[in-house]
């Protein structure tokens, strides 16, 4: 894997501070935009071992399962950070992707859309999602009112992360992708 001079950055860091989760959170990071899903999620685990109760560790490690498809996974892991922060957006948005993901499961997409919203209600992404599971559910005339008279532009911009959501999209194809 030559990911240039990013990935001996990442490799220094490391070798400096083995112990960061900070550092093995990024570099996962790093690797999941470049495609290398698997290695991601292997760094995402790491961090997450480092610091358990960071939020950011398990939304990412959830990011990362969610681009494998392994929805049930991914589910899991939000359920726990949740359980830690219960007021993360965040956490509340990608768990609401899953359940739009996994399909027949648009109640549950629908309602931790809802709860990302409240607590990010600024974000124009979560607001397009919101609007997106309405949609997905066939209440189109919910998704255009609680998507507001914008949220096609934001959809647009949105657009090139699976389920529509502002998340970066991995490059390459990875395993199980």
Do not use: N
Not at 4 to 19: I, K, Q, V, Y
Not at 49 to 59: G, K, R, T, V
Not at 62 to 74: G, K, M, N, T
């Amino acid at each position: 894997m030559e990911l240039g001079a990013a990935e001996r950055e990442f490799h220094r860091a490391l070798d400096l501070s083995p112990s960061s989760a900070a550092v093995h959170h990024y570099y996962g990071e790093h690797l999941l935009r470049a495609g290398y899903l698997e290695e991601a999620l292997a760094e995402g685990r790491i961090a997450m071992e480092l610091d358990p109760i960071s939020p950011h560790s398990a939304q990412f490690v959830a990011r990362a399962l969610y681009y494998l498809r392994r929805y049930d996974d991914a589910i899991d892991e939000l359920q726990k950070a949740l359980h830690l922060h219960p007021s993360s957006g965040i956490s509340h948005q990608l768990l609401g992707l899953v359940w739009l993901a996994r399909s027949k499961t648009y109640a549950e997409g629908v309602s931790e859309s809802e709860l990302a919203r409240k607590f990010m209600e600024a974000d124009p992404c979560v607001t397009s999602q919101v609007g997106d599971a309405y949609a997905v559910t066939g209440k189109s005339k919910e998704s255009a009112r609680r998507s507001g008279p914008t949220a096609g532009g934001f959809r647009r911009l949105c657009a090139g992360a699976p389920g529509g959501a502002c998340l970066p999209r991995p490059r390459r194809s990875g395993a199980g992708v």
